[in-house]
């Protein structure tokens, strides 16, 4: 996700940090440079994404998402909010899930969809619990650090997640692993940051057999959804995930219109006119 002052998330490729960096020293800023070096520092390991402890472990298969599709039914309505009352009240069972995503991380004999599945069930799952653990609570970005510093400070960038024998953070999934390795813009119909202005959180469990129809599903329901996106013809007030992720949108010679046109029932086109919404943090709470 961003940062509390509304800044883009990091970029794909580490070098671009170092372009700007010689950007800012040609150009007389090198106080500015010697700032976003030290960052840079900082932020390797989410840029890394996370660690590869278990990278050649061997594993029993597949996690068997099951017990989580059962919660999601159970306290996820067809919108998106979920009663997270209910999640504490059924702490166990949830604990059991995330038990089982800890101890069995992707194999490198997964299939593609399987270990896409898996990070995004994670995401959700561990945001859910983090909520959980600071609730009650108006919003995600109330937890943790006044002065949220994007991969440092934030909640995303906590590292409470237990996989295999590390500890990951949020943004260790969405940007280390599911951006970098698997360049599917699609996940951003899918991650859920606990907010009104996220996509809807699914009530059923992503899996690897359904996970493409699950992730247009996604689309057409996020484009469509005029809280989200407000689309006409002539003008389009897009939600800030087109502004924050642009870069993904853009990659393999695709573009913003193109994407909007593939789920949205309304067209746009070169001549429309593109703005974005201002992002709703409030709590996905029913």
């Not at 002539?234 to 642009?246: I, T």
Request: glycine letters at 4%; hydrophobic letters at 35%.
């Amino acid at each position: 996700m961003v940062d509390s002052f509304g800044a883009k998330p990091f970029v794909k490729d580490w070098r671009m940090y170092v372009k700007t960096v010689s950007l800012m020293t040609k150009i007389g800023n090198l106080t500015r440079a010697c700032l976003l070096i030290g960052l840079l520092l900082i932020l390797s390991p989410a840029l890394t994404g996370p660690p590869t402890a278990w990278a050649d472990a061997t594993s029993s298969g597949p996690v068997d998402h099951s017990i989580y599709d059962q919660l999601l039914k159970k306290y996820v309505d067809e919108r998106g909010q979920v009663n997270y009352k209910g999640f504490r009240k059924d702490q166990a069972e949830f604990k059991k899930y995330l038990d089982l995503l800890s101890k069995n991380p992707p194999a490198a004999s997964w299939s593609k969809n399987e270990q896409m599945a898996y990070w995004i069930n994670a995401y959700n799952a561990f945001t859910i619990q983090l909520i959980l653990d600071h609730y009650p609570v108006q919003s995600i970005k109330d937890i943790g650090s006044k002065i949220q510093i994007p991969f440092v400070t934030t909640p995303w960038a906590v590292k409470f997640i237990p996989i295999g024998k590390e500890k990951i953070s949020l943004d260790n999934i969405e940007h280390g692993t599911l951006r970098k390795k698997f360049d599917d813009p699609r996940i951003h119909f899918a991650l859920v940051c606990a907010s009104k202005s996220c996509p809807r959180l699914r009530n059923e469990a992503y899996t690897a057999d359904k996970l493409d129809t699950q992730l247009n599903d996604q689309g057409r329901d996020f484009l469509n959804n005029p809280a989200k996106n407000a689309i006409t013809p002539k003008q389009a007030s897009l939600s800030k995930y087109f502004d924050w992720y642009k870069g993904d949108w853009k990659d393999n010679g695709k573009s913003i219109e193109e994407w909007v046109n593939r789920y949205s029932n309304t067209k746009i086109n070169s001549n429309t006119k593109i703005s974005f919404m201002d992002y709703n943090w409030n709590l996905n709470e029913q």
